[in-house]
Nanobody, 124 residues
Framework: QVQLVESGGGLVQAGGSLRLSCAAS????????MAWFRQAPGKERDFVAA????????YYADSVEGRFTISRDNARNTVYLEMNSLKPEDTAVYYC?????????????????WGQGTQVTVSS
């Protein structure tokens, strides 16, 4: 079992930046593959970024490649999402997710644990 708590969301103008954090508690954090997903109103939950247990491998959705950076600090039991050059279409609730094993990092069904989400709103 692991508990995930996101923070860092808010309102920002287009072109601005935000840094999301996801603090984990419970089982050994370094055992989990971690990811960020987002869900806009009326839309499905979409993959944003994922990171391997050792942080050696990262994956990004095409829509955020080059603008967002996922990282983790296993000593602090925290995963981060640095978001730069934000666009209005980035507006969504952002969720942190964790999985011990993964078939496909892009699919939300691959993840066992989820945080409650943090709202990110980008104004034009």
């Amino acid at each position: 079992q692991v508990q995930l708590v996101e923070s860092g969301g808010g309102l920002v103008q287009a072109g601005g930046s935000l840094r999301l954090s996801c603090a984990a508690s419970g089982r050994t954090f370094s055992s989990f593959r971690m990811a960020w997903f987002r869900q806009a109103p009326g839309k499905e939950r979409d993959f944003v970024a994922a990171i391997s247990r050792s942080a050696g491998i990262t994956y990004y959705a095409d829509s955020v490649e080059g603008r967002f950076t996922i990282s983790r600090d296993n000593a602090r039991n925290t995963v981060y999402l640095e978001m730069n050059s934000l666009k209005p279409e980035d507006t969504a609730v952002y969720y942190c997710a964790a999985a011990l094993t993964i078939n496909d990092y892009r699919f939300s069904t691959s993840y066992d644990y989820w945080g409650q989400g943090t709202q990110v709103t980008v104004s034009s």
